[in-house]
T-cell receptor, first 112, second 113 residues
Framework: GAGVSQSPSNKVTEKGKDVELRCDPISGHTALYWYRQSLGQGLEFLIYFQGNSAPDKSGLPSDRFSAERTGGSVSTLTIQRTQQEDSAVYLC??????????FGSGTRLTVV | GENVEQHPSTLSVQEGDSAVIKCTYSDSASNYFPWYKQELGKGPQLIIDIRSNVGEKKDQRIAVTLNKTAKHFSLHITETQPEDSAVYFCAASKNSGYSTLTFGKGTMLLVSP
């Protein structure tokens, strides 16, 4: 597609439930990133995929968070046993190596 | 790791005035510095970037300056318009973008007509 697509755009879930967030990057972009944006805060790095290399998971806040990227394209971020502090906007971005990111519009996650 | 500080957190200007947002970074190995604009309900959009081999870059009403010695870089917007109102983020990375970006906390710019 023309841009980075994220789904769902909004997700309300009950505390303790698992959620999956999806990202469709720009076709041909080898790099894919997940960031988290809490209210009034900057963008917190979560995980980075580059081609066939092992992902950089150094930003994942706990073992409840995981992500995968299938076929070098679509990525899914999974949060298990959601907590209220997980409430945030989850942003996905893709890029060509060494180039600026193109962000999606994000998934707003609310844990009640 | 890298730490990026951004100031001010909010900035209000009159239409037609200039706006300046400043960022400092901690890792002297950082060499790629993009700026993003985020409008309400949207993801951040790249508006300009600079690499450490240049000191200034302009694109119409937007310019970015970089001082490697002092480890700071700034965004300058001239002749501001109401549609410039948004949150602006600075960021830094090493390897000219082949690694993850570290972002500042953002500046909310409000341009009043």
């Amino acid at each position: 597609g023309a841009g980075v697509s994220q789904s769902p755009s909004n997700k309300v879930t009950e505390k303790g439930k698992d959620v999956e967030l999806r990202c469709d990057p720009i076709s041909g972009h080898t790099a894919l990133y997940w960031y988290r944006q809490s209210l009034g805060q900057g963008l917190e790095f979560l995980i980075y995929f580059q081609g066939n290399s092992a992902p950089d998971k150094s930003g994942l806040p706990s073992d409840r968070f995981s992500a995968e990227r299938t076929g070098g394209s679509v990525s899914t971020l999974t949060i298990q046993r959601t907590q209220q502090e997980d409430s945030a906007v989850y942003l996905c971005a893709s890029s060509l190596p060494g180039r600026g990111y193109t962000f999606g519009s994000g998934t707003r996650l609310t844990v009640v | 790791g890298e730490n990026v500080e951004q100031h001010p957190s909010t900035l209000s200007v009159q239409e037609g005035d200039s706006a300046v947002i400043k960022c400092t970074y901690s890792d002297s190995a950082s060499n790629y510095f993009p700026w993003y604009k985020q409008e309400l309900g949207k993801g951040p959009q790249l508006i300009i970037d600079i690499r450490s081999n240049v000191g200034e870059k302009k694109d119409q009403r937007i310019a970015v300056t970089l001082n490697k010695t002092a480890k700071h870089f700034s965004l300058h917007i001239t002749e501001t318009q109401p549609e410039d109102s948004a949150v602006y983020f600075c960021a830094a990375s090493k390897n000219s973008g082949y690694s993850t970006l570290t972002f500042g906390k953002g500046t909310m710019l409000l341009v009043s007509p």
